[in-house]
């Protein structure tokens, strides 16, 4: 009878499980609610996007066209295919001492892997991923980007 | 009322009365051949239509959306686009039997359709050993298969029929067993009989627990039979890119893909006559009332609802289980399916002589 109750069991573990399985296509089935699809070029004005989505590297700038970009060139080593170019100058303050700054942030979006290195590396979080994903130019010379704007000056107090 | 009995009554008597009585009969054998091969259209279409659906919503999609509105016109734009494709054939291939497969895989989901019942009084061929007749034929598609993985000259192709016939060799016999406890109940190969006899009550609910048990196993043996997931290892996309149809194109493919659907309708009609009833309502003794509403519903509408219910069954089955080994799939049958299903119609044998079903 071992043998025989073995098999009942066997069957009955089985079926069961089938029916689990089935259960939960069977709610997703009747509960439309459940559905994750976005209907993307309808929904643009709506599209939510996941918090961690990486589009593409941007600096942002507060009003008074302030940065926080150092220009240490941490991302630029940090990048494993060269997407980041960092043109640096030396600005003299009132006082006469020379400071390292950024003359201009280069950044290639055509050769860019959204890996993320640069965001991780950077000291001051002057970088950020943008959640904009319609990249789409007719000339590649326009993927190549100056991320701080013209004028734009560091932040106060950001070493 | 709708009722296609009566319109085929109609037209029976026009043409008798207008022709004279071989030519009428002939025109006869044309319109229903016509309104044949227009019904597997409607069904490749609307199945692969459903099909699509409900894997997009048991997978948490939409599914086709853009062509028409809820995109019930997409099935509809690819069999344009099949139609306009060019049919390849690989060098290698056999050309008589490479062209021939699809019209034989074909030509059996026809053949099946004659004897099922689609509503009161309306079948093609009500034969006296109308269940033998559909457990013999059904297994000629086979033939086709093999004749196709053969052919084509291709290492997939031939893999994936190899497959494909040890699967529908071993599955027909749970099928046949299944089947036979209804006929033990009924005492009756036609198929007109077996609907007759479940005017009372549908067989499986009249059968006790080891109808449930047949239905069951009626099922995924039909779901083996037809080379559907959990058990398409015969079409493996991951393994063997397509199986039996790999080098197939244009409008080929399309006849095998047509006969995968109209034969899932097929198995699952001859399924719903079993079992469900066939054409027959849902009744429920001793509430006059509630009967009486239940006739009002056409029979042929109780027919495709059954079917198209049993069909969502399957689509279900698809759409949640993974794929067996070819190990599993044997053992599933002949160390689960066919040991429960001699035992079940031994005691169906004894409900039946005894006569302890309703």
Redesign the interface.
């Known amino acids: 009878m071992g043998f025989l109750g073995e098999y009942i069991r066997t ?1 009955y573990k089985s079926v069961a499980s ?1 029916l689990k ?2 259960k ?3 709610y ?2 009747t509960h ?1 609610k ?4 976005q ?1 993307y070029p309808d929904n643009r004005d709506t599209l939510i996007l996941p918090e961690r989505f990486r589009g593409e590297v941007v600096m942002p700038h507060t009003e008074s066209n302030e940065h926080r970009c150092t220009g240490c060139t941490a991302c630029e080593l940090a990048c494993p295919n060269g997407t980041i170019k960092i043109i640096t100058k030396f600005e003299v303050s009132p006082e006469g001492k020379k400071k390292k700054a950024i003359d201009t942030f280069i950044y290639h979006l055509e050769l860019c892997t959204m890996c993320n290195l640069c965001i991780v590396a950077c000291p001051t979080d002057a970088i950020k991923m943008a959640q904009s994903f319609e990249h789409s130019v007719y000339k590649r010379a326009d993927l190549t980007k100056v991320l701080n704007k013209p004028g734009s000056k560091l932040m106060e107090g950001v070493e | 009322m709708f009722s296609i009995e009566k319109i085929s009554g109609v037209v029976h008597t026009w043409l008798a009365s207008h022709l004279p009585a071989r030519i009428a009969l002939l025109s006869e054998f044309v319109i229903v051949g016509i309104l044949m091969i227009s019904l597997f259209a409607f069904l490749g279409l609307v199945l692969v239509f459903m099909e699509r659906k ?1 894997s997009a ?6 599914g086709p ?1 853009r062509v028409g509105p809820k995109g019930i016109f997409q099935t509809l734009a690819d069999t344009l686009k099949l139609i306009l494709k060019e049919g390849l054939r690989p060098t290698g291939a056999d050309k008589f039997l490479f062209n021939l497969a699809p019209y034989i895989v074909m030509m059996v989901a026809m053949l099946l359709m004659a004897p099922i019942p689609f509503a009161r009084n309306v079948q093609i061929w009500d034969v006296n050993i109308g269940v033998l007749y559909i457990s013999a034929i059904s297994s000629i598609s086979v033939i086709g298969i093999l004749m196709a993985g053969w052919s084509s000259n291709n290492k997939y192709s031939l893999l994936g029929a190899m497959r494909s016939g040890a699967q529908i060799v071993s599955y027909e016999l749970s099928a046949g067993l299944a089947i036979l406890s209804i006929v033990i109940l009924t005492g009756s190969l036609r198929v007109s009989d077996i609907v007759a006899s479940q005017a009372t009550g549908w067989w499986i609910f009249k059968g006790h627990i080891p109808a449930l048990i047949s239905f069951v196993i009626f099922i995924i043996a039909v779901t083996a039979e037809t080379n559907r997931a959990p058990f398409d290892l015969a079409e493996a996309e991951s393994e063997l890119t397509a199986g039996f149809h790999t080098e197939y194109s244009g409008m080929q493919f399309a006849l095998f893909f047509l006969a995968e659907y109209v034969n899932i309708f097929i198995v699952t009609a001859i399924g719903a006559t079993l079992f469900l009833g066939g054409w027959m309502p849902f009744h429920i003794g001793g509430w006059e009332a509630f009967n009486h509403i239940m006739d009002f519903i056409p029979s042929s509408i109780w027919f495709f609802g059954k079917t198209f219910f049993l069909i969502f069954i399957i689509m ?2 698809r ?3 993974p794929r067996l080994r070819i190990d599993q799939l044997l053992n599933l049958e002949w160390r ?1 399916l066919l040991p ?1 299903g001699l035992f079940n119609l031994l005691l169906m044998t004894v409900i039946g002589i005894l006569g302890w079903h309703f």
């Open positions: 069957v089938l399985g089935m939960m296509t069977g997703y089935f439309h459940e559905i994750i699809t209907e | 409900v919503y048991m997978q948490i999609r939409l959306n279900w089955f759409w949640t289980f689960y429960i």
